[in-house]
């Protein structure tokens, strides 16, 4: 069992910079794959960013979101820096066993409570 709480999340303008943080319990967090997935008002849940033994970034995202994690903290960060209106979501964290991430939020079994964060024009 992994339980994920993020925090991190807020009001920023664009342009502006925001780091998520996702905290892990578990003592085997670095067996997990971990990505982070997020959901704005009426719509779907969309892959943003995942990582395990290797890293898939959204391309929407990529250039301007980085992912990395600190398996002696159990916690993983996404870094958001030149956000925009359309960044505008709440974000979640999610862990899948295995180290072979993938973008399917299906795959993942562990999800975090979300953060929201809202990016002004």
């Known amino acids: 069992q992994v339980q994920l709480v993020e925090s991190g999340g807020g009001l920023v303008q664009a342009g502006g910079s925001l780091r998520l943080s996702c905290a892990a319990s578990g003592r085997t967090f670095g067996s997990y794959a971990m990505g982070w997935f997020r959901q704005a008002p009426e719509k779907e849940r969309e892959f943003v960013v995942a990582?395990?033994?290797?890293?898939y970034y959204a391309d929407s995202v990529k250039g301007r979101f980085t992912i990395s994690r600190d398996n002696a903290k159990n916690t993983v960060y996404l870094q958001m820096n030149s956000l925009q209106p359309e960044d505008t979501a709440v974000y979640y964290c999610?862990?899948?066993?295995?180290?072979?991430?993938?973008?399917?939020?299906?795959?993942?079994?562990?999800w975090g409570q979300g953060t929201q964060v809202t990016v002004s024009s």
């Open positions: 999610a862990a899948q066993q295995g180290s072979w991430p993938t973008r399917d939020s299906y795959d993942y079994k562990y």
């Open positions: 990582t395990g033994m290797t890293t």
